[in-house]
C-alpha cells in the first residue's frame, strides 16, 4: 500500500493535469487495531513508511505530505451520510477545486456557521456532527476539534484525575461523550459556543438534530 501510494501521490504532484494519478485515499479495516497499525501510511508520522523503508527520497517528502490519507474502520460508514450533509448544510464545510486550492462554501444558517464572513474557521465550531457508531468504534476526534479544545481536554484530564480515574485510560470516545454531557455548561468542554450538535443514534435507527 505504501508504494501504490508513493507512485499515485508523487505522479499527481508532479503530473497534476493527468487524471489517471490521484492524491486522495481511504484505507477502511475491520478494526480499530489494524486501523492503529496502518498509520505508518500517513507521511506525517514519526515511524512513516516511506522514509523507514527508504520509498522516497528525502527530497520528494515535501511532496508525498501533500496526500490526503484517510484511514477508518467500517464502524465509520454506519448511517452517518445524512446526518454529515445536514451539518454541511447547516455550519458549511471545505472543498477542494479541481486546481487543488481550499474553497469554503459557507453554511446556509449563518447562527450556526463554523466559519466567519471572510471564510476563516472560527476558533471553536458552533456546530458538530458526533454519533452512537463513533463512540462504540473508538473514532478519532477531528484534530480542529482538538486543537480548538486543548485546555478544556486538559482542564477535563484534570478532572478525571482528582477523581481518581487516571489520565492515561482516557480515550476520544471518552472525549466526545463529555462533549455531549457538557453542552452549554461555562468552562466545560463544550459551553455556550456549541448552538448545534448533529447526532445519530444507532440503537433506534433514528437521526436527530439537537
Same mark, same amino acid.
Given at each position: 500500500?505504501?508504494?501504490?501510494?508513493?507512485?499515485?501521490?508523487?505522479?499527481? /504532484?508532479?503530473?497534476?493535469?493527468?487524471? %489517471?494519478?490521484?492524491?486522495?485515499?481511504?484505507? /477502511?479495516?475491520?478494526?480499530? +487495531?489494524?486501523?492503529?497499525?496502518?498509520?505508518?501510511?500517513?507521511?506525517?508520522?514519526?515511524?512513516?513508511?516511506?522514509?523507514?523503508?527508504?520509498?522516497?527520497?528525502?527530497?520528494?517528502?515535501?511532496?508525498?505530505?501533500?496526500?490526503?490519507? /484517510?484511514?477508518?474502520?467500517?464502524?465509520?460508514? %454506519?448511517?452517518?451520510?445524512?446526518?454529515?450533509? /445536514?451539518?454541511?448544510?447547516?455550519?458549511?464545510?471545505?472543498?477542494?477545486?479541481?486546481?487543488?486550492?481550499?474553497?469554503?462554501?459557507?453554511?446556509?444558517?449563518?447562527?450556526?456557521?463554523?466559519?466567519?464572513?471572510?471564510?476563516?474557521?472560527?476558533?471553536?465550531?458552533? +456546530?458538530?456532527?458526533?454519533?452512537?457508531? +463513533?463512540?462504540?468504534?473508538?473514532?478519532?476526534?477531528?484534530?480542529?476539534?482538538?486543537?480548538?479544545?486543548?485546555?478544556?481536554?486538559?482542564?477535563?484530564?484534570?478532572?478525571?484525575?482528582?477523581?481518581?480515574?487516571? +489520565?492515561?485510560?482516557?480515550?476520544?470516545?471518552?472525549?466526545?461523550?463529555?462533549?455531549?454531557?457538557?453542552?452549554?455548561? %461555562?468552562?466545560?468542554?463544550?459551553?455556550?459556543?456549541?448552538?448545534?450538535?448533529?447526532?445519530?443514534?444507532?440503537?433506534?435507527?433514528? %437521526?436527530?438534530?439537537?
Amino acid at each position: 500500500m505504501a508504494m501504490l501510494i508513493t507512485w499515485q501521490t508523487l505522479n499527481a /504532484v508532479r503530473s497534476p493535469s493527468l487524471k %489517471k494519478f490521484g492524491r486522495g485515499f481511504l484505507i /477502511v479495516t475491520p478494526g480499530i +487495531t489494524i486501523r492503529d497499525r496502518l498509520r505508518v501510511l500517513l507521511p506525517s508520522e514519526t515511524e512513516n513508511y516511506y522514509q523507514r523503508l527508504d520509498l522516497v527520497p528525502s527530497d520528494l517528502m515535501q511532496d508525498m505530505g501533500k496526500a490526503r490519507i /484517510v484511514i477508518t474502520n467500517y464502524h465509520a460508514f %454506519k448511517l452517518r451520510e445524512r446526518v454529515a450533509l /445536514v451539518r454541511d448544510y447547516i455550519a458549511g464545510f471545505e472543498r477542494e477545486d479541481e486546481n487543488g486550492l481550499i474553497e469554503t462554501a459557507a453554511g446556509r444558517c449563518e447562527l450556526f456557521r463554523n466559519f466567519a464572513d471572510d471564510g476563516e474557521r472560527l476558533a471553536k465550531p458552533r +456546530t458538530i456532527l458526533i454519533d452512537s457508531a +463513533t463512540l462504540e468504534a473508538g473514532g478519532d476526534i477531528d484534530k480542529v476539534f482538538r486543537e480548538a479544545h486543548t485546555d478544556e481536554i486538559a482542564a477535563f484530564r484534570r478532572e478525571k484525575a482528582a477523581r481518581g480515574e487516571g +489520565t492515561e485510560a482516557i480515550e476520544d470516545a471518552d472525549i466526545l461523550r463529555e462533549v455531549m454531557n457538557t453542552v452549554g455548561k %461555562k468552562g466545560r468542554l463544550e459551553a455556550v459556543d456549541l448552538r448545534c450538535a448533529c447526532h445519530e443514534c444507532q440503537l433506534c435507527d433514528a %437521526k436527530a438534530i439537537c
